[in-house]
């Protein structure tokens, strides 16, 4: 099994940033190769934000292009989403995912308790 903790969330002003965090651990942590980002707006379906696999490949939704950062620290088994230029439709839960192969449409191995973005107007 894995968890995932995920940080850094909270209440920022349009054309701020915020950098979130999300730490995995567990006996099953080698398997891990995709881990990333999802988000969900109130009303709306979650979407995929922003996945790195261990070989740091990238890929970015088109909405976030340009804006949003996604690195990982395989060391410390962190991988982090920096965020700037934020802007009042990025507000949402933001979910930290992790996935033995690849992250994409609505499944994931395994996923985080979830991190509240606000951004004010």
């Known amino acids: 099994q894995v968890q995932l903790v995920e940080s850094g969330g909270g209440l920022v002003q349009s054309g701020g940033s915020l950098r979130l965090s999300c730490a995995a651990s567990?006996?099953?942590?080698?398997?891990?190769?995709?881990m990333g980002w999802y988000r969900q707006a109130p009303g709306k379906q979650r979407e995929l934000v922003a996945t790195?696999?261990?070989?740091?490949?990238?890929n970015y939704a088109d909405s976030v292009k340009g804006r949003f950062t996604i690195s990982r620290d395989n060391a410390k088994n962190t991988v982090y989403l920096q965020m700037n230029s934020l802007k009042p439709e990025d507000t949402a839960v933001y979910y930290c995912?992790?996935?033995?192969?690849?992250?994409?449409?609505?499944?994931?191995?395994?996923w985080g308790q979830g991190t509240q973005v606000t951004v004010s107007s």
């Open positions: 790195i696999t261990s070989a740091g490949s990238l």
């Open positions: 567990g006996r099953s942590i080698f398997s891990i190769n995709a």
């Open positions: 995912a992790a996935d033995r192969f690849v992250l994409r449409g609505q499944y994931a191995d395994y």
